[in-house]
């Protein structure tokens, strides 16, 4: 299984030629080179996790790739997209893909900014990527997509989640905030955490990818 990471918390799965699309968002440079998607998984309604735009380029290409996000994202969405809703518990296969779904809501940005619903996404039990929260799924987490900086998060909240997680594998997400000497940084705090746990942390930059 390859996981290619594209600009911020974007990332492509490939299985046997088959794609699996996760939060195509307007902080990502446009897919035009995806073919056969069997899926589109978002994980949550903020545009820097989705665009209209972005689904609409992937599904004319694959029309019949499915769709996965939970009620936000659904009531978010033009009426053309027809989304199956994920939540916490719930699984399916599409393809070559086994998604299982952890957590429910967004990570709190302030109290005068209103709470969406968030639900990360296991693949082939083997990749979990959480969206915008430091969600802890109850099963192993071989390989962890871990978010490194935003609004809604200090480093040391990275840090206490990938030592609570102990991924044998990590590498970064949601980095587009960064100036370069501010990823450097946090990628540094967070790689100390998985190697402490045991792990190995990959330091990808957009259209890099990881075989797992």
């Not at 209209?52 to 936000?72: C, M, N, S, V, Y």
């Not at 994202?73 to 027809?82: K, L, M, N």
């Not at 939540?87 to 005068?112: C, E, N």
């Not at 960064?178 to 946090?186: D, P, Q």
Request: aromatic fraction near 10%.
């Amino acid at each position: 299984m390859r996981v290619t990471k594209h600009e911020h918390s974007c990332l492509v799965v490939e299985v046997a030629g088959t794609q699996l699309v996760i939060d195509p968002g307007s902080f990502t440079t446009p897919l035009i080179d995806v073919p056969n998607v069997a899926a589109i998984v978002i994980t949550h309604e903020h545009p820097d996790h989705w665009t209209p735009e972005h689904l609409q380029r992937i599904l004319e290409r694959t029309p019949d790739a499915r769709l996965f996000g939970p009620p936000g994202v659904a009531r978010a969405a033009p009426p053309d997209f027809a989304f199956t809703e994920s939540a916490a518990g719930a699984s399916t296969t599409v393809g070559p893909f086994s998604l299982r779904f952890f957590g429910s809501q967004h990570a709190v940005i302030h109290s005068s900014v209103p709470v969406v619903d968030n639900v990360g996404v296991m693949v082939n039990d083997e990749l979990f990527y959480p969206g915008d929260a430091f969600t802890v799924p109850p099963v192993p987490v071989p390989t962890l997509a871990v978010p490194s900086g935003a609004p809604w998060m200090k480093i040391s909240e990275v840090m206490d989640y990938v030592a609570e997680v102990k991924p044998a594998r990590a590498f970064p997400v949601h980095e587009m905030g960064y100036s370069v000497i501010g990823k450097n940084m946090a990628y540094g705090r967070i790689q100390a955490m998985v190697e402490q746990g045991g792990g190995e942390f990959f330091w990808l930059d957009p259209t890099q990818w990881l075989d797992i």
